[in-house]
C-alpha cells in the first residue's frame, strides 16, 4: 500500500495503530532463530519508535511514502545495527554474501512482497560470466552454490548467511543475550552541550568536518526564529570572527557582510557546492552524524 | 546546569545527531566505483568515524578485490578533493630514490651507435640520466604526473556543462614555492584557495584579475589542490568544477631543487643535461623547451627525439 502520511493524521493513532504490528512482525520473522532475551524485543520496539519520531518531525525530508514498508525498513536497519553489536564478523559476511549475490551470474535472488530476499540458483547455471574473481569470492561462492543446490527449498538471505557461518565458522549464528539494542545507542550529543566550553569543542570539530559537509550545515544553521546562528556564535565569544571565516572560506573583512545574508537555503547551497538540494541535506546529515560520534568519543 | 537560551539554539542548530549507518547498498557503490562523489564522501567520512562501518567498507573492498585507490576519482569540491591528494600525499611522502632508475630497453634494437656525452658532470646521476636518455631516445614521464593528472569525471547526469577553464599550474611540478596561478577569466571578483591535505595553506583576497602568485611560500615536496571562487552577487562559481578534474601541483622537493639549482649554476648552458633534469622531476614544459633547444644544436634525430618524448606526455 502506498499512502502519503498527512501531517494532520494522529502521529500516535500512526504509530500505534499501523506501526507496532508491522515491528512486531518484522522483528518475529527476521529474529526467530534468535535466542533472544525477552526484553529485546522490547529494545527493538522503542528504538524503531524513536527514529519513527524523529523522522515524522524531519521538517526537510519528503513525506514517507508507503508507512508499513517505510517501518518495515526501519525495524530491519535497527537489527541489522544490533546484529552488528552482536557479531561484527556476521555481518561482515552478510555483506560479502549479498556482493557475491549481486556480483556473479550464477544465483539470483527474489525480493517477496514482505521485503523477505530469498536466494536460489540459476536454472541454467552457467548462464552469464559475471564473477567476483578473488579467492575469497570464489571460494564463498562455491559453499553458497553446494547450500543451495542441496537445500530443500530456496533460503532467504538470513537463513543463508546462518548456513554459512555454521558451515564455515568464519562466524557464530545469532545468539543474543539482551542490552544489545544499548550497544547501538549513543548519548545524543546535542543535550551535552550545556556551556560554552562545549560548544567551543563542538566548534573545533565543525572546523574538521569535510568542506561540503561543513558548509551544508553552517550556512543553513538557523534558530527557532530562521535566522543564522552563526552570529550568536561570534557575539557569544564562541568563535572569532577568523575562526568564522576561515570556516566558511571568508576573508575575515567579508564575515559581517556574509553573515547578512544568512542562512542560505538548500537551493542556494546547492547551487554553490554543484550537488543537488538532497545531496545537501545528505550532506548536513553525515555531518551531524559525523559531530555526534565524535562528540560521544569526547566524552 | 540549566542551559543559556542562546547556547540552546546553537546547539540545536549545530549539534550532532545520530543517523542510521550507511546502507549495505552505499558501501556496495562505493566498493564499485559506481557512488556518486556526495555518496562517496558521507560513506567515507562515517567509515572515518565509526569503526564498524570502516572494518566493513575495508573487509567488502578486500574481498572484491578492490583497493582504497577507487576513491582517486574526481571530487567536486575541495574537501574531497584533499582527500585525493592525501592518497597521492602518502604516495609522495614516501622516500624516493634520488637516483634515477636505468630501464633495460627490453624491447629495443641496441643503439648501434656508440653516444660519448655524459661522463664529466661530476655527479653520477646526471651522468647515468644523460647517458640513459640518448641511450634510449626518449625519457617516460614519471610517476607523479599520473597522480597530479586524474581523469575527467563522467557525470552520471550530464546537465549543463560547465565551459572549458584553463587553470595554471595543472596537473604539473613547480620549482617555485610561490607559483603565478592563472586561469581562464570570468566576469566577477576571484578568491583563489590553495589546500595541503584538508588545510587551506594560502588564499588570496578578492582579485579582479585572473591571476595570483602564492603566498606565503608553500612547503616544499609536497603535492597542492588548488580553486578560483568566482563571486558573482550572491552566487559563487567554482573552478574547477566537475567533470573537470581537479588542479594540482606539486613543489619540487628540497633534494631536487638543489639539484636543478646546481645544474643551472654549474652548466647553465647545457640544455641536454636541463632537459634531462627537468623532465625527471616531471617539469614537462621546461624539459620540452630545454630538449628542443639542444635537439636545434644537435640535429641528430636520436635528439630531436627526445623533445618529442617529452612533450607527449
Known sequence: MTQTISSDYSADTLLVDRALPVIDTVVRRRCRHWKMANDLRDDVRAEVMVRLVKRLRDSESAPIGGFEEYVAGVTSRVIDDVIRALSPEWARLKHRVRYVLGHDDRFRVVTLADGRVSCSLQAVPLL???????????????????ILRHGEREPLLDELVNEIAARTGVAEPIRTSGEHIAATRMPD???????AQSLRSLWSEIAELPRRQRLALLLNARDAAGDSVLRLLVAEGIVSSCELASALELREADVDLFLGRLPLMDLAIADSLHVTRQQVINLRRAARDRLARRMARKR | MRMMPDYDAISRALGGELEDHPTYEMLEQVVDGSADDVTREIVESHAAVCSTCD???????AFAGRTQRSSLRWLAAAAAVIAVILTGGYLWMRPRPVEPVVR???HQQPPKRV????????REDWDAAVRDALARGTIDAPPILRELRPPREVLRNPGSRPATVVMNPAGMVVDSTTPLLTWSARPGRYVVSVYDGFERVAHSAALRSPEWRVSPPLPRGRTYAWQVEIHRGDSVELLSAPPAPPAFFYVLDEKNASSLAEARRRFPTDHLLLGVLHARFGMQQTAAEELRIHAAQHPEARHASLADSVAHW
Do not use: F, K, N, W
Open chain 2, 104 to 106: 633495460a630497453s627490453t
Open chain 2, 55 to 61: 572494518a566493513e567498507l575495508r573487509d567488502l573492498m
Open chain 1, 189 to 195: 550529543p546535542g543535550a551535552l552541550v550545556e556551556s
Open chain 1, 128 to 146: 552469464g560470466q559475471r564473477r567476483v574473481r578473488t579467492h575469497a569470492a570464489d571460494a564463498l561462492a562455491r559453499t553458497m552454490i553446494d
Open chain 2, 115 to 122: 653516444v660519448v656525452v655524459a661522463s664529466g658532470y661530476g
